[in-house]
């Protein structure tokens, strides 16, 4: 079946740490992004990639970074520079009529 | 000025009843509209998209859109209690299948049916 997969579902970081989530996409497209979903706060666009070794910070990038070597893996790195990084990530892509999301991460610093 | 809003809820309806989900947004250059839905502890899963002026049906579901008064908005006849859900409007820039671009969320409107 075609889908967006997410791992880890859950993922603890220690102060200082960097962390990577992964995202792996088999619908062949093109355009992928990664939220970021706070109680109350809606999703939050940190960075998307409409094309291969190309993407964009979104709204919240300040603390992560992202790579898109290959079309179907958009990885997204959480490093110490994010100070308060709990929270539950999605990655995207984006299909005729909308986003398809993946399971998401929830991240917890521990 | 947030880019899409919605009323805030919680919404609490009873079995049955006509739920009905409101949306506005500020960009008049936005030309496609989506509604999510977000069961607790899990990731949003698209129910309805709208592109035109006028209602869209799907099952229990009808979106309406009016671009003059920049408001779209979500109705759901026969709530059933599994339709208790966080509901979330999305906007988009581009045009109809158009993969430029990002969506920008409101909040979500927190939905519970009680039977």
Redesign the interface.
């Known amino acids: 079946d075609g889908g967006i997969t997410q791992s880890p579902k859950y993922l603890f970081r220690k102060e200082g740490q960097n962390v990577t989530l992964s995202c792996e996409q088999n619908l062949n497209h093109d355009a992928m992004y990664w939220y970021r979903q706070d109680p109350g706060q809606g999703l939050r666009l940190i960075y998307y990639s409409q094309i291969v070794n190309d993407f964009q910070k979104g709204d919240i990038a300040e603390g992560y970074s992202v790579s898109r070597e290959k079309k179907e893996s958009f990885p997204l790195t959480v490093t110490s520079a994010q100070k308060n990084p709990t929270a539950f990530y999605l990655c995207a892509s984006w299909a005729l009529h909308g986003y398809t999301f993946g399971s998401g991460t929830r991240l917890t610093v521990v | 000025q947030k880019e899409v809003e919605q009323n805030s809820g919680p919404l609490s309806v009873p079995e049955g009843a006509i739920a009905s989900l409101n949306c506005t947004y500020s960009d008049r250059g936005s030309q ?1 509209f ?1 509604w ?1 839905r977000q069961y607790s502890g ?5 129910i309805m ?1 709208i592109y035109s002026n006028g209602d869209k049906e799907d099952g229990r579901f009808t979106a309406q859109l009016n671009k003059a008064s920049q408001y779209v908005s979500l109705l759901i006849r026969d709530s059933q209690p599994s339709d208790s859900a966080t509901y ?1 409007c ?1 906007v988009n820039r581009g045009d ?2 158009s ?2 671009g ?2 920008y ?4 409107t927190q939905l519970t049916v009680w039977p």
């Open positions: 496609s989506f999510y899990k990731s949003p899963e698209l998209s979330l999305a109809r299948g993969t430029l990002r969506l969320f409101g909040r979500g």
